[in-house]
């Protein structure tokens, strides 16, 4: 059986075709390499240096993105920490998780170092045709230190999916 690779414009066509919805079109991967460690800011969003691009093949599609990640929170008193996530699409938030405590802990003294993945999924309809940047950005919840990165050897990620609607 021979195997066919196609091209955005046989994909557009194949699209208008009619498959059936909730079929995944394309899947995109990005990470942030093996050099990205950022401090967060507690009064602000901070980017932290992962970008994914993607081109819908029709204006009904969907995108799911699957954002995971790697953070680090650390505290030395009594302080609570916590992290909150962004994802923007060409530079506007299309999802927003509880701005400074999406992961959170609680600390009752002494002191705390974390570190583990996060993980944000966001079903975004761009009702568009043209390539799409998604950027990701995060912030914590207090004057304590937050941050994300090569968490020892770990990358942060994003996975696109195109869903026919």
């Known amino acids: 059986m021979a195997l066919i690779k196609l091209n955005n414009s046989s994909?557009?066509?194949v699209t208008s075709a009619g498959l059936p919805s909730g079929t995944v079109l394309q899947v995109v991967y990005a990470d942030t390499g093996t050099s990205s460690n950022v401090t967060f800011n507690h009064s602000g969003w901070t980017?932290?240096?992962?970008?994914?691009?993607?081109?819908p093949s029709s204006t009904s599609s969907?995108?799911?993105v699957d954002f995971t990640p790697q953070h680090r929170m650390q505290v030395t008193?009594?302080?609570d920490v916590g992290t909150g996530w962004r994802i923007?699409?060409?530079?506007?938030?299309?999802?927003?998780t509880a701005s400074t405590y999406h992961s959170y802990f609680y600390n009752n003294g002494g002191f705390i170092d974390l570190r583990g993945t996060d993980r944000v999924s966001f079903l975004d309809t761009?009702?568009?045709?043209?390539?799409?940047?998604y950027t990701f950005e995060g912030r914590k919840?207090?004057?304590?230190?937050t941050s994300v990165g090569n968490?020892?050897?770990?990358?942060?990620?994003?996975?696109l999916m195109e869903i026919a609607a």
């Open 126 to 133: 761009p009702s568009s045709t043209s390539q799409l940047t």
């Open 141 to 145: 919840y207090n004057s304590a230190g």
């Open 77 to 79: 008193s009594g302080s």
């Open 151 to 159: 968490n020892e050897g770990n990358k942060s990620k994003v996975i």
């Open 47 to 55: 980017s932290i240096a992962l970008t994914a691009l993607i081109t």
């Open 62 to 64: 969907k995108i799911l």
């Open 88 to 96: 923007l699409r060409n530079g506007s938030s299309v999802e927003e």
């Open 11 to 13: 994909l557009s066509a």
